[in-house]
């Protein structure tokens, strides 16, 4: 699976699995938003090596991909095109008759999408999330400056998008995250921030916790910045989560 369709825009996609077994789980790992100049071209580069990883040692199925506006894939980005890029994800590894169940890991914007998705969709059965903003509004304070950074990023190549960029700004900022964790079903939910996070505060996964309940594992990491990705001990908290998934 080298690419997924999403309302007919080609996404650049990794799939793994382990050999030999007729069917195995699935996770969807999801990225986050792009930082810096030209970002967008390089963000998801470090995620196919670490689907491998999961499929090698955690023996699931799994699939991650670059949402549209990034890496490979066509198109622009926008909170509703990127939520829709998940559900895509989601039924190419439904669909898979060699995988039995869909689960999400989510790192930074990833992981607010993820929470979205598993309030909105029973398919999913469990969620990873990474330093997941609790809301987006901080991002938007000011529109213009957003919508030139995301240009700079490189997530909005088509001139003339978005066609209105109010509309496309109050998207993201009506992006009810806390309370899509009050909707998501009782169902595994391993929660992970660093308490050095520099970009979205600590604090944010306290209310997402406070939120869904008692289905949430709550795993604050010493020191642990931003970028989880990197981080060994939040990757060993994953692969540690998914050993104790029911199949």
Not at 19 to 28: A, E, I, S, Y
Not at 57 to 81: H, K, P, Q, V, Y
């Amino acid at each position: 699976m080298e690419e997924i369709v999403s309302e007919g825009l080609r996404l650049g996609a990794h799939f793994a699995r382990p050999p030999g077994v007729n069917r195995v789980p699935g996770l969807l790992v999801l990225p986050g938003f792009p930082r810096g100049p030209g970002g967008a071209a390089t963000v998801g580069n470090t995620y196919a090596s670490l689907v491998d990883r999961i499929a090698h040692e955690a023996g699931w199925a799994a699939l991650t991909f670059t949402f549209r506006g990034t890496g490979t894939s066509e198109g622009d980005f926008s909170i509703e095109g990127w939520l829709a890029d998940v559900r895509a994800a989601i039924d190419a590894l439904d669909a898979r008759t060699d995988v039995v169940g869909v689960r999400i890991a989510g790192f930074r914007l990833g992981g607010t999408l993820a929470i979205v998705s598993a309030a909105h969709d029973e398919r999913v059965r469990g969620i990873a999330t990474f330093a997941a903003p609790a809301s987006l509004r901080t991002w938007v304070r000011d529109p213009d400056w957003f919508l030139e950074y995301a240009r700079r990023t490189g997530v909005l190549r088509t001139a003339g998008f978005p066609p209105s960029p109010a509309a496309w700004i109050r998207a993201i900022a009506n992006l009810d995250v806390v309370e899509a964790a009050r909707r998501i079903p009782p169902r595994p939910w391993l929660l992970v921030h660093g308490t050095a996070d520099e970009v979205v505060p600590v604090d944010d996964a306290h209310r997402l916790a406070q939120a869904a309940g008692d289905c949430v594992e709550l795993r604050l990491v010493p020191n642990g910045a931003h970028r989880l990705r990197h981080d060994p001990r939040a990757l060993a908290a994953l692969l540690g989560w998914l050993d104790r998934q029911e199949p």
